[in-house]
């Protein structure tokens, strides 16, 4: 009988020594896994990182070289640091003019269309009413359609209006086409909010307006400015609709205003490098400004139904 005892602990001790063995070996396999993972995607984030920011700061260095630098070394660092490049190219480009009318545009634009995609992301989003469905497609065809498929019809309209060379030549179309994607974009937030919270306001007393003001526009702020961040990018970067609809000089935008400059100085790259970067600089500066909000927007929209 001790003789089975003494076998039956020699069985059992080898059995639990390699299980110890084998659950070791499966802790160190997943974190090497859990570390090449981690790598892997810090690896690839840089990369997409460089892809971004990359084409902005060699643009943003290039502004301050001579072209005799950039034909030594287009990715070096400039010798001198020439800022009379950006304060020549604000001048003769008339940069400070575009820059006024662009913040013309932009502002009632932005704040227009973000408060009618907040009634209209609301009605789609938590009201039921007869063709809500066939109408919400309809908002979806401004998202869908180039606007190289309406932009003809478009001028003969404002054109007929009498609207063409005016700011309103480009303020109401871009409303009526940010409000597409706002509707789209604050439907999906209102949506998603629990149907308890709004009940329970609504046995506190709020009606429907007090429920939207003081309850769900807190739940849904980020997605709001998020949305105010890609209207602005949008908006502040529209270079058709500038096109065909203004001739006046003096009703340009920047990145029309942009466009001109790079005609007029082709041979000279340094100031047309530092006009792009005052161009783009705004947006990069309301991008880091919300980047905050403008991530958790992203995220909640990714995680919400």
């Known amino acids: 009988m001790a003789q089975t005892n003494q076998l039956d602990a020699g069985m059992i001790a080898p059995s639990s020594a390699e299980q110890q063995r084998q659950t070791r070996r499966m802790a160190q396999t997943d974190r090497l896994r859990k570390i090449l993972t981690t790598t892997f995607i810090y690896v690839l984030l840089t990369i997409?990182?460089?892809?971004?920011?990359?084409?902005?700061?060699?643009?943003?260095?290039?502004?301050?070289?001579?072209?005799?630098?950039?034909?030594?070394?287009?990715?070096?660092?400039?010798?001198?640091?020439?800022?009379?490049?950006?304060?020549?190219?604000?001048?003769?480009?008339?940069?400070?003019?575009?820059?006024g009318n662009s913040v013309i545009v932009v502002i009632p634009v932005v704040l227009g269309s973000v408060a009618l995609s907040i009634l209209t992301g609301y009605a789609f989003g938590r009201m039921r009413f007869r063709f809500s469905r066939a109408l919400f497609m309809l908002f979806l065809l401004g998202v869908i359609m180039p606007t190289e498929a309406y932009i003809i019809p478009l001028y003969y309209l404002m054109d007929d209006l009498g609207l063409v060379d005016t700011y309103w030549a480009l303020i109401l179309p871009q409303i009526a086409l940010s409000v597409c994607f706002g509707t789209f974009w604050m439907r999906g937030f209102f949506a998603a909010i629990p149907t308890e919270i709004v009940d329970a306001a609504r046995i506190d007393g709020c009606t429907d307006w007090g429920a939207l003001w003081r309850v769900m526009l807190p739940l849904v702020r980020p997605a709001?400015?998020?949305?105010?961040?890609?209207?602005?990018?949008?908006?502040?970067?529209?270079?058709?609709?500038?096109?065909?609809?203004?001739?006046?000089?003096?009703?340009?935008?920047?990145?029309?205003?942009?466009?001109?400059?790079?005609?007029?100085y082709t041979t000279n790259v340094p100031m047309t490098a530092a006009g792009a970067t005052l161009v783009a600089l705004p947006t990069i500066i309301i991008y880091f400004a919300l980047q905050r909000h403008f991530i958790r927007g992203l995220t909640s929209g990714a995680t919400t139904g």
Do not use: C, H
């Open 48 to 99: 997409f990182v460089i892809i971004a920011v990359g084409p902005f700061l060699i643009s943003a260095f290039t502004g301050f070289k001579t072209n005799d630098e950039i034909v030594r070394g287009a990715f070096s660092l400039p010798e001198v640091w020439r800022w009379s490049n950006y304060a020549d190219a604000w001048k003769q480009a008339r940069f400070g003019d575009y820059f």
């Open 224 to 264: 709001i400015l998020t949305l105010v961040v890609l209207l602005f990018i949008w908006t502040w970067n529209d270079f058709l609709l500038a096109l065909v609809m203004i001739s006046k000089e003096e009703l340009r935008t920047l990145p029309q205003g942009l466009a001109f400059f790079q005609g007029r």
